[in-house]
């Protein structure tokens, strides 16, 4: 286990989830139901789920397409979700 890898990724991940939309729904979920070891543990399990298709995914395409290509189309595809959010078409 390459342990510099593991930790980019727990230090990007935790400070880009901060305040996300993941996040303000776990705090009114758990503020709606009062049960917040239940909700931790859905939305833990729903996020392990998320991960584990985005790194098996992610496997996939970078043994099709050139992970240059593919950092190219995420920022691409990040741009393009932005001004879709200026513009409030979400």
Same mark, same amino acid.
Request: proline residues 2%.
């Given at each position: 286990?390459?342990?510099?890898?593991?930790?980019?990724?727990?230090?990007?991940?935790?400070?880009?989830?901060?305040?996300?939309?993941?996040?303000?729904?776990?705090?009114?979920?758990? *503020?709606?139901?009062?049960?917040?070891?239940?909700?931790?543990?859905? &939305? #833990?399990?729903?996020? =392990? @789920?998320?991960?584990? $298709?985005?790194?098996v995914f992610g496997e996939?395409? *970078?043994?099709v397409i050139p992970t240059?290509?593919?950092?190219?189309? &995420? #920022?691409?595809?990040? =741009? @393009?979700?932005?001004? $879709?959010?200026?513009?409030?078409?979400?």
């Amino acid at each position: 286990m390459d342990w510099k890898i593991l930790l980019s990724t727990l230090g990007l991940l935790f400070v880009a989830e901060l305040g996300d939309k993941t996040q303000l729904a776990v705090i009114c979920m758990t *503020a709606k139901t009062r049960q917040p070891l239940t909700v931790f543990i859905g &939305a #833990a399990l729903a996020l =392990v @789920v998320v991960t584990l $298709l985005g790194a098996v995914f992610g496997e996939l395409l *970078a043994s099709v397409i050139p992970t240059q290509i593919l950092r190219k189309i &995420a #920022a691409g595809l990040f =741009v @393009v979700m932005g001004v $879709l959010i200026w513009f409030d078409v979400f």
